[in-house]
């Protein structure tokens, strides 16, 4: 979408119902804060990002969904990321370590490689492995969704950079129906962001033995 028609959610809540027209769930009582997965433009707006979401953060990690319930038009509720500031979802992010945030694309001549951005450079390139491992293509950088914007949604969390995937449109109504190989993407995001947990606590760990 080229233009959005509503330029922040003070606009679209004084144009649109609440539990009509879109609903937002949030998930974080009792789950750990290490990250959260957030599909900012789910439901019908951009479809399977809502369901990708929901895996990865399983019952364990912070969920964060604002999914279009229209029966048709949902793409006019697409509020772009760096303009994303409904309350809750400031909020619940901002008390997060790291956001992932799920999108979708157009395929513009391009069914199957996902691209990866935001600012936390480190666990895109985790991401692009693991996800590669998994026999799905990946980019970074050289794409028109690179998520470097501090004000994007995806980077409000605690430590200021996040990640961002944009998945095709073919390859989101494949994996809609195909829950084997959702599941094997579901498995290559939780390892990623397992694996960027596990560094960062030795890093921590290794610079707490330097101080003393």
């Known amino acids: 979408m080229s233009q959005d028609l509503y330029p922040n959610y003070a606009a679209l809540k004084e144009a649109r119902k ?13 789950r750990s804060t290490d990250f959260i997965a957030i599909a900012p433009h789910g439901g019908k707006i951009e479809s399977c990002t809502s369901e990708i979401a929901r895996e990865v953060a ?5 969920l964060y969904l604002f999914e279009g319930t229209m029966r048709n038009a949902n793409g006019t509720l697409h509020i772009t ?17 790291t956001a992932i945030a ?29 996800l590669n491992e998994a026999n799905f293509k990946t980019q970074i950088g050289g794409h028109k969704f ?23 449109k073919t390859l989101r109504d494949s994996l809609l129906i195909d829950h084997r190989a959702r599941g094997e993407l579901v498995l290559a995001i939780r390892g990623a962001l397992n694996s960027h947990i596990q560094l960062n606590s030795d890093l921590r760990a290794s610079a707490s033995k330097i101080s003393v």
């Open 102 to 130: 799920i999108h979708g694309r157009r395929d513009k001549g391009d069914m199957e490689t996902i691209y990866l951005g935001g600012l936390d450079q480190q666990l895109v390139k985790i991401l692009a492995t693991c």
């Open 146 to 168: 690179p998520a470097v914007d501090q004000a994007n949604i995806c980077n409000r969390c605690a430590t200021g950079g996040g990640v961002q995937l944009e998945l095709p």
């Open 18 to 30: 609440e539990g009509t027209d879109y609903k937002i769930t949030v998930l974080s009582e009792g």
């Open 58 to 62: 399983s019952d364990l990690c912070c």
């Open 81 to 97: 990321s760096t303009n994303f500031d409904e309350p809750r979802a400031l909020e619940v992010v901002q008390n997060c370590q």
